[in-house]
């Protein structure tokens, strides 16, 4: 199995920051991909940024020079950093990662989230 353990989460006034963290552990034999999806109330989820193992990065529009996503390969953890932060920004966070498992092959698995509110 593998787990998904966020922290960082909490109440930030507009145009603050906030760092997200998760670390990945279990079994698995190689992390591909990390990354961070949101949820806001009454929507979807969608994408925030994603990473890759080498170092690739993804974002969404709407946090692009405001959100970096980073990662740690050695400590299997990735980080947001979160600046100039919105009341649209309010939502869920949740951590994925893909990984790739022996005679499995690659699943992709989700932490449990961490909330993330921006007041105006």
């Known amino acids: 199995q593998v787990q998904l353990v966020e922290s960082g989460g909490g109440l930030v006034q507009a145009g603050g920051s906030l760092r997200l963290s998760c670390a990945a552990s279990?079994?698995?034999?190689?992390?591909?991909?990390m990354g961070w999806y949101r949820q806001a109330p009454g929507k979807q989820r969608e994408l925030v940024a994603t990473?890759?193992?080498?170092?690739?990065?993804n974002y969404a529009d709407s946090v692009k020079g405001r959100i970096t996503i980073s990662n740690d390969n050695a400590k299997n953890t990735v980080y947001l950093q979160m600046n100039s932060l919105k009341p649209e920004d309010t939502g869920t966070y949740y951590c994925?990662?893909?990984?790739?498992?022996?005679?499995?092959?690659?699943?992709?698995?989700w932490g449990k989230g961490t909330l993330v509110t921006v007041s105006s």
């Open positions: 279990g079994s698995f034999s190689s992390l591909n991909e």
């Open positions: 990473i890759t193992s080498g170092g690739a990065t």
């Open positions: 994925t990662a893909k990984v790739k498992r022996i005679l499995i092959g690659i699943l992709n698995y």
